[in-house]
């Protein structure tokens, strides 16, 4: 597993959902709505980029606009892939990615 795998899984997911509007984000799913799946994605993401650098996790901000979602996505995964995480994590983070596309 490295980065191009963690990337080419952002890239489909960013392709599938990336031109979402606010109603589509809305739409309930398990749990709560598509947006709160991304959210929790996201938050897990920065997690386990606070864990790979060795820094204390912190909360990632829920923003009113569910279409910034996917910006907060880039930027996490970014930060992950920049903290070196190991296999294991990145092909946890391409897992997680692949599995919340195909449940959306």
Known sequence: MS????DQALERF???V?????P?????????SRADALHAL???VADAAADAEGEPR??????????????QLRVVV???RAANPGEAVLAEAAGRLTALRHTL
Do not use: C
């Open 14 to 16: 960013i392709r599938q």
């Open 42 to 44: 996201v938050t897990w």
């Open 24 to 32: 589509r984000w809305a739409a309930p799913l398990a749990g709560g």
């Open 3 to 6: 980065t191009a795998t963690l």
């Open 18 to 22: 990336g031109h979402w509007e606010a």
């Open 78 to 80: 970014a930060d992950l």
């Open 58 to 71: 912190r909360p990632v901000p829920r923003l009113t606009n569910d279409l910034a979602l996917v910006d």
